[in-house]
């Protein structure tokens, strides 16, 4: 099975900083990955997929990264409302639906 | 709206069943792969079943093999999940959310806001 390991497991910024979280894979991924955000009690939100390109809606300042086995989460410049918990995603590998542990932005 | 709304969840004893049921309103619901993606309190996501747009293909965590079942009737755009003999393990928010192609194994653009389901005597 492909793992997915992801890090930070907790990371603290302030607005305007410029914060990037990893996600490595086990094995050769290619570009199937996705990125996840999500806000306490609410359900996830899509952000990025094939590792670099940005869903419908999704602010600028979000960019993904990678191929192979490591891939970055960028956010360029810190907004109040992007501290979250984000979650990488390895798809088209059925039956493998595997996420990241995740990673909690914080307020520093 | 192009939404997903789930129902069904609640407080049952360990060894019982629920059923949750998950209705997509405002896409061709059978265009598309559906899941069920669950998070236990203060935990990360956790995918338990998916299912093909034609009802064809599905795929269970081995967490809930043999335990839970996935279905759906596209003729109501409506996604289920069986729930049976139930453990404190599964307690979670359940999460319907659905998948980006009409078989397995894609990303999920769309994601409902997720029905409680509280294992416990």
């Known amino acids: 099975d492909i793992q997915m390991t992801q890090s930070p497991s907790t990371l603290s910024a302030s607005v305007g900083d410029r914060v990037t979280i990893t996600c490595r894979a086990s094995q050769n991924i290619n570009t199937w990955l996705a990125w996840y955000q999500q806000k306490p009690g609410k359900a996830p939100e899509l952000l990025i997929y094939d590792a670099s390109s940005l869903e419908s809606g999704v602010p600028s300042r979000f960019s993904g990264r990678g191929s192979g086995t490591e891939f970055t989460l960028t956010i360029s410049s810190l907004q109040p409302d992007d501290f979250a918990t984000y979650y990488c995603?390895?798809?088209?590998?059925?039956?493998?639906?595997?996420f990241g542990q995740g990673t909690k932005l914080e307020i520093k | 709206e192009v939404q997903v709304l789930e129902s069904g969840g609640g407080l049952v004893q360990p060894g019982g069943s629920l059923r949750l049921s998950c209705e997509g309103t405002g896409f061709t619901f059978s265009s598309y792969a559906m899941s069920w993606v669950r998070q236990a309190p203060g935990k990360g996501l956790d995918w338990v079943s998916s299912m093909a747009g034609s009802g064809g293909s599905t795929y269970h965590a081995d967490s809930v093999k043999g335990r839970f079942t996935i279905s759906r009737d596209n003729s109501k755009n409506t996604l289920y999940l069986q729930m049976n003999s139930l453990r404190a393990e599964d307690t979670a928010v359940y999460y319907c959310?659905?998948?980006?192609?009409?078989?397995?194994?894609?990303?999920?653009?769309?994601w409902g806001r997720g029905t409680l389901v509280t294992v416990s005597s």
């Open positions: 995603q390895l798809y088209n590998s059925y039956p493998m639906y595997t």
């Open positions: 959310a659905r998948e980006v192609g009409v078989q397995l194994g894609w990303y999920c653009d769309l």
